[in-house]
């Protein structure tokens, strides 16, 4: 168990994806720092930090629930703050909190494209400059990023560039510490094949019908843990899709992964 003791800050793990990589890594015996704004019941979102807390804790792993909206830089300082005072320093962080809004120029609303930029580009990199010193001091230290591969096809930016933007920001940010952080921190970015059963793809993108041609969260936690488990300095500056990942540690098969396995998958966007 390589993440043993090992601690994890996760961006958006009251749901979804973050969740379900930190109930994973819990599996493992990794201490789990859950944040998110959702401290109490949302009407249509399911779940909140402190859910997600008892689950990882009934997986194994320890966890701490942390309200953190990471366009707030006091609230993403005292986050931070109280995960390395509880568990002695962080070892892994990983960006997963994004916002989404599919559409062209034309059609998406400053306001909409503000949030994407403040969250997805602006967020990232407030939360690992403020992760960034303990970081350093950890035995095994990671940054994973949920973001699309580098370089990306332009035909992205013309269907959907306010969005592109800011997963591509992410991106960016990889590629840039990957070099800047080279042998001393693992810097590497994580992005689905197919679209993954959550509330965006739910409630944003696609409906329920798309939700029936995704895989489930669990395909990426695994694919995290592969990761994760590595040698920072033998494993940086990578563009893994989850399929890609698994493919290497031998899984044939991703049949359990699918909602509906009898069903179409939806390729998911940027590949």
């Not at 599919?102 to 400053?110: K, N, S, Y």
């Not at 591969?149 to 940010?173: A, E, N, R």
């Amino acid at each position: 168990m390589k993440l043993l003791n090992k601690t994890v800050f996760i961006s958006g793990a009251s749901r979804g994806i973050g969740k379900a990589i930190g109930l994973r890594l819990a599996q493992e015996g990794a201490n789990i720092v859950v944040t998110g704004k959702t401290e109490e019941p949302h009407p249509k979102l399911e779940g909140t930090i402190h859910s997600a807390a008892e689950e990882i804790e009934s997986a194994g792993g320890k966890a701490l629930a942390a309200v953190m909206d990471i366009r707030s830089e006091e609230q993403v300082k005292k986050a931070v703050y109280a995960a390395a005072d509880r568990f002695g320093g962080i070892d892994i962080l990983i960006n997963n909190a994004s916002a989404i809004f599919l559409a062209d120029t034309a059609h998406t609303p400053i306001k909409r494209f503000d949030l994407m930029m403040q969250v997805n580009v602006r967020g990232t990199l407030l939360l690992t400059q403020t992760c960034l010193p303990h970081l350093k001091q950890s035995k095994h230290p990671h940054i994973l990023t949920l973001s699309p591969p580098h370089p990306l096809d332009d035909k992205w930016l013309g269907q959907f560039l306010p969005y592109t933007l800011s997963k591509y920001g992410m991106s960016l940010c990889t590629a840039g510490w990957a070099r800047e952080f080279e042998g001393k921190i693992g810097v590497n970015s994580l992005w689905p094949v197919t679209t993954i059963a959550t509330a965006a793809i739910k409630n944003i993108v696609g409906g329920e019908e798309m939700m029936k041609q995704s895989r489930t969260p669990e395909i990426l936690a695994d694919a995290a843990l592969e990761i994760l488990q590595r040698q920072p300095d033998q494993c940086n500056g990578n563009f893994f899709t989850d399929e890609e990942v698994l493919k290497e540690e031998g899984v044939t098969d991703f049949s359990k992964y699918a909602v509906n396995p009898d069903g179409d998958l939806m390729p998911d966007l940027f590949l």
